[in-house]
């Protein structure tokens, strides 16, 4: 996963690059630099994108009545 998808899976899931880091126990700055790196995102930030959209795929949709 690149820059771009992994930005795209924050916003999709309304999460942030502090939100991000906390959870990994990361400084800001250091999510951050993955912008400027050539590398992938690191396995332990996709794997908390991973999770993240299979735990709020499995909560109940609340519905007006």
Do not use: N, Q
């Amino acid at each position: 996963m690149g820059w771009e998808e992994f930005t795209e899976a924050l916003e999709e899931l309304y999460m942030d690059v502090e939100e991000v880091a906390e959870k990994l126990g990361l400084e800001v700055d250091e999510v951050k630099a993955w912008e400027e790196s050539d590398d992938e995102i690191p396995d332990e930030a996709v794997e908390l994108i991973k999770s993240e959209r299979e735990k709020r795929s499995s909560e109940p949709v609340e519905t007006e009545e």
